[in-house]
Every structure is written in C-alpha cells, then in structure tokens.
C-alpha cells in the first residue's frame, strides 16, 4: 500500500523566513496531495492541495510543488509569522472510484519565533 | 452551515470495554470516513462509509466496526478496548465524485486506563 514519509520532523524558522517541508510517496497511482494544518488540540485543517496534472500551486504565502517522476511534493511557506506556528502534515489520495482515502506523513513541527 | 460535528469530545473507558463514537458530516456530504491519531503521529485511515455500506478499510482489526446511516450520519465502533487504541478519533466528511477535499471534525479524544 500507500507510504508517505515526511521531513524535517521539526522545523524551527525566525518570523519573515521561509519554510519547507518535504514528503515523498511510494504509490505512482497517487493523483491527490493534500496539506493539512493542525493546531493543538484542533482538527486538521486543509490549506493547499495538488492534483497530480499540476507542477505547482500558489496561494498567497503558500505554495506546493509536485515531482511526478521523484515522487516527491513539497510545502513552502513564505514570509513566515508566530501564527503559522502548528504541526503540518502531507498527504497522499488515489482517487480513481471517487473516494479519497488519505494517508498522511508523520507530520512536522513548524516553530516560527518573533 | 454546520461543519463536520463529532461527540463525544473526551472519553475514558477501561481495558476490555466497548465505545461508540459519533459523526454528523458536513451538510450536503455524503461520505465519511473516519482516522485514528495516536499522539505525535499523522491520522491514520480506519474506513470509509458512502450509501450505508463500508466502501475502503485500512489495517485495523475487526474489533474496529463501523455503521452509517440514511441522514449519513456515522459511528465508529471499537470492542475489546486495548490500551493502545488511546488516540484521538478523526472523522471527515466528504462528497464524492466532487473531487473536493474531506473536511474533518475536531475529533474525540479517547483514554482507555
């Protein structure tokens, strides 16, 4: 089945950084690649995500980036503030019967210090 | 419009019991699915739900059941409490073929002593 592995585990950056994260997936099927922002204690909330016709997504300060070929995609986080300090987590989906069945790296603890 | 409802918020059974968790998906889904996030670790698919019948499962043991009903509402259930099925228990809710993402709830958090 799906492995999604992620990295850094933690990630410590000063406000006005940029951040990336790193995830690499082992199923070629996987067509869905979604970002999920968790703050303590909160549910996971999507921020960006990525279909597997598209190179790159931006929106605002984030964007996503997908190499079919490495089987790797990866979340950049621009212009860094104390807010986005939360643990981030990637995720891969094969949508082929209209059901997405999400499995999701191990996370990685974005720390942003004023 | 309400987004995806889970009750109970916090749960502490003992070994050996059996629990029920609750998940009213967001209005106009269809679909649920529902994840477990031990501490520390990413959510991890359980099974999913669409037209009252479990359509995907995950590794998870037969212990682990599930039910959905005609409102599309779901439960999770789990007998046979271990100690090691303390985690947090994620529902999301999506519709499918929209190719939109899953919406998840704020989870139940589950101690078993």
């Known amino acids: 089945g799906e492995n999604v592995e992620q990295h850094p585990s933690t990630l410590s950056v000063q406000e006005g950084d940029s951040a990336v994260i790193k995830c690499t997936y082992s199923?070629?099927?996987?067509?869905?690649f979604p970002w999920y922002k968790q703050e303590l204690g909160k549910r996971p909330q999507l921020i960006i995500d990525?279909?597997?016709?598209?190179g790159e997504k931006k929106d605002q300060r984030i964007a996503v980036t997908l190499n079919k070929t490495a089987k790797h995609f990866s979340l950049h986080i621009t212009e860094t503030q104390p807010e986005d300090s939360a643990v981030y987590f990637c995720?891969?989906?094969?949508?082929?019967?209209?059901?997405?069945?999400?499995?999701f790296g191990t996370g990685t603890r974005l720390l942003v210090s004023p | 419009d309400a987004g995806v409802t889970q009750s109970p918020t916090h749960l502490i059974k003992t070994r050996g019991q059996q629990v029920t968790l609750r998940c009213s998906p967001k209005?106009?889904?269809?679909?649920v699915s529902w994840y477990q996030q031990a501490l520390g670790q990413g959510p991890q698919f359980i099974f999913q739900?669409?037209?009252?019948?479990?359509?995907q499962r995950g590794n998870f043991p037969d212990r682990f059941s599930g039910h959905q009903f005609p409102n599309y509402s779901s439960e999770l259930n789990v007998n046979a409490l271990l100690l090691g099925d303390s985690a947090l228990y994620l529902c999301?809710?999506?519709?499918?073929?929209?190719?939109?993402?899953?919406?998840f709830g704020d989870g139940t958090r589950l101690s078993i002593l």
């Open positions: 995720a891969a989906s094969i949508q082929d019967t209209g059901f997405q069945k999400l499995v």
């Open positions: 990525i279909r597997s016709n598209v």
């Open positions: 999301a809710s999506s519709l499918r073929d929209s190719g939109q993402p899953q919406h």
């Open positions: 199923d070629s099927a996987s067509n869905y």
């Open positions: 209005s106009g889904h269809d679909t």
């Open positions: 739900y669409y037209e009252e019948e479990e359509r």
